[in-house]
């Protein structure tokens, strides 16, 4: 049985069996990410409900684990060399999964570089820009009446979308086959539904955005992983 004592993330959020990967995180785009990689690569894991409050996530336990106070957070404890390794940042999660695995990067260097860089695309601009188009659509930002803040990060939500779209429209999958590319962004493409900014960034103007959507929402991992951790205790 794996010893986690060392990780004081535990004393708070208790495993239950040890010997599997420990995943600290709630629903929100980037926590979906890394349980649908793990659905997706059969990793067993055990799921920890960490809450956006401050009681959670600036908690001295979680801290620990990921100084930026943002989930999600693992802790393998098979990690490299056999010993355990704490690991936060989602797309670093991902690309860590996926060479653990041996899935969901490619198959050559070539494959994994273009996984990666549409990864790097989610993680610098995607997401970002989707994130801040729905503070200032359904969140305190939405009551600004100054609406410049919202437009600019319309207007380069609507430019990224548009980059998506011109490649989705000649494949199914951002990166050629099916990979952790494709998990990083799928679940902010469906957060818009959630922030209700389907139409302030034009997503009708993108029928094969819509038709990737829906295959990725289709995959049974998928559909085990939007739900993990439950938002509910």
């Keep these: 049985m794996a010893d986690l004592s060392a990780f004081p993330i535990t004393r708070?959020?208790?495993?239950?069996?040890?010997?599997?990967l420990q995943l600290f995180s709630f629903p929100t785009p980037n926590g979906v990410k890394v349980a649908i990689m793990l659905e997706e690569t059969g990793l067993p894991y055990e799921a920890h409900r960490v809450t956006l409050s401050d009681a959670d996530v600036k908690s001295p336990e979680f801290l620990s684990l990921n100084p930026n106070n943002k989930i999600p957070a693992i802790i393998?404890?098979?990690?490299?060399?056999?010993?355990?390794?704490?690991?936060?940042?989602?797309g670093a999660i991902l690309l860590y999964l996926g060479e653990k695995t041996g899935k969901l990067l490619g198959e050559t260097a070539a494959d994994k570089a273009r996984v990666t860089q549409w990864l790097m695309f989610q993680m610098g601009g995607l997401g970002p820009m989707l994130g801040q188009v729905g503070f200032f659509a359904k969140f305190a930002g939405a009551q600004w009446e100054d609406k410049r803040p919202r437009d600019r990060y319309a207007s380069e939500a609507k430019r990224l979308l548009a980059v998506l779209s011109g490649e989705l429209s000649q494949r199914d999958w951002i990166a050629g086959e099916f990979s952790a590319a494709d998990i990083a962004i799928a679940p902010w493409l469906n957060a818009l539904n959630y922030y209700g900014t389907k139409e302030l960034v034009g997503w009708e103007d993108h029928p094969a955005l819509q038709a990737y959507l829906n295959r990725f929402m289709a995959r049974d991992a998928v559909m085990r992983g939007l739900n993990v951790p439950p938002r509910e205790g």
Excluded: A, H, N
Aim: glycine share 12%; aromatic share 8%; charged share 30%.
């Design 12 to 20: 708070k959020w208790t495993p239950k069996d040890p010997s599997v």
């Design 76 to 90: 393998d404890p098979d990690g490299p060399d056999g010993q355990p390794l704490g690991l936060f940042e989602s």
